[in-house]
């Protein structure tokens, strides 16, 4: 069974920059994508990023791209997320996920993960 555990979270002005890691243990995650979705309250969990099993593809929403980096270090079984030049709408809990199917293009939809971490909160202040 995997486990996913984020971390990285806080308080950030606007601007400003976090990074956000996600541990993965249970089993290598060498041949999953990884994705990143956010959530605040009231609303849907919305799709910020996803990368493949081979590191070179990588996707965003609108809303993040350019501003926000998904990377990988498969050695320890770890995903980032870089995220720079802060919005008070970025304001939200932030999960990781893992698509336990091997080699699969990155999906944007909440279906095509089967694991997810407990979630790290992220608060941009204006």
């Known amino acids: 069974q995997v486990q996913l555990v984020e971390s990285g979270g806080g308080l950030v002005q606007a601007g400003g920059s976090l990074r956000l890691s996600c541990v993965a243990s249970?089993?290598?995650?060498?041949?999953?994508?990884m994705g990143w979705f956010r959530q605040t309250p009231g609303k849907e969990r919305e799709f910020v990023a996803s990368?493949?099993?081979?590191?070179?593809?990588?996707y965003y929403s609108d809303s993040v791209k350019g501003r926000f980096t998904i990377s990988r270090d498969n050695a320890k079984n770890t995903v980032y997320l870089q995220m720079d030049s802060l919005k008070p709408e970025d304001t939200a809990v932030y999960y990781c996920?893992?698509?336990?199917?091997?080699?699969?293009?990155?999906?944007?939809?909440?279906?095509?993960?089967?694991?997810w971490g407990q979630g790290t909160q992220v608060t941009v202040s204006s």
């Open positions: 996920a893992v698509d336990l199917r091997d080699y699969k293009v990155p999906g944007r939809t909440l279906s095509t993960y089967d694991s």
């Open positions: 249970g089993r290598t995650l060498s041949s999953n994508t």
């Open positions: 990368i493949g099993w081979n590191t070179v593809w990588k």
